[in-house]
C-alpha cells in the first residue's frame, strides 16, 4: 500500500513518532512518505491507501486535552474516503486526546481506523504493533469496501 505519514510538531518528538511509523510501515514492504502538514506532499497523498495522522498533547497535564495545532490539522488536504489512524505523543497524561484526533479526522471526511498515544520518553515503545495493527485494519477496510 501507499502509506502517507503526516504530523504536526513543536519540539520534534511527534516528528521522531512519525519517523518510527514510516520506517515501520516501509519495513513491511510498504511506499511511505512522512512530512509535517505544512509540506505534505499532496500528490503522494491524493494516491495514498492510508494515513497516518499525529500531533503533540496540549493541555494543562491534568485536564483540557486537545490535539496541539488541531488548526493545522484541519487546513491538510487530501484525506477524504482514506483510511486513516491517529497518533499522539505526549508528557505525562494525554487524557483522552486520541479520541479528538478521530473527531478532526472526521471532520477531514478521513475513516477513522483509532490510534494511540505514545509518550514521549518511551519510544519507539508500542509503535511496531500499532503500525501493524493499523496497516492490517486498513487492508481489511479496503479489501471490503
Ligand atoms: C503548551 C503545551 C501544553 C502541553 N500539555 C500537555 C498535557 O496536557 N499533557 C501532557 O502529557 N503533555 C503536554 N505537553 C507536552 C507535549 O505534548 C509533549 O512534549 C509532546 O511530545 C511534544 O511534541 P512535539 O515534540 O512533537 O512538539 C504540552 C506541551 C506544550 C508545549
Not at 34 to 39: A, L
Not at 44 to 57: E, H, I, R, S, Y
Not at 94 to 114: H, M, N, Q, S
Not at 116 to 134: M, W
Amino acid at each position: 500500500m501507499k502509506v502517507a505519514v503526516v504530523y504536526e510538531s513543536r519540539t520534534g518528538n511527534t516528528a521522531t513518532a512519525a519517523e518510527l511509523i514510516g520506517a515501520a510501515a516501509q519495513e513491511l514492504g510498504h511506499e511511505v512518505g512522512v512530512w509535517p502538514t505544512g509540506k505534505a506532499n499532496v500528490e503522494f497523498l491524493t494516491d495514498a491507501d492510508v494515513v497516518f495522522l499525529g500531533t503533540w498533547t496540549d493541555g494543562i497535564i491534568v485536564a483540557g486535552h486537545r490535539p496541539g495545532d488541531a488548526g493545522r490539522l484541519l487546513e491538510m488536504p487530501g484525506i477524504w474516503g482514506k483510511p486513516t489512524a491517529g497518533f499522539v505523543t505526549y508528557a505525562v497524561h494525554a487524557g483522552k486526546v486520541v479520541d479528538k484526533v478521530g473527531d478532526v479526522v472526521t471532520l477531514l471526511g478521513g475513516e477513522w481506523l483509532g490510534g494511540r498515544a505514545f509518550r514521549r520518553d518511551k519510544l519507539p515503545e508500542g509503535i511496531a504493533g500499532f503500525v501493524v495493527a493499523a496497516l492490517d485494519e486498513a487492508e481489511a477496510r479496503i479489501s471490503t469496501s
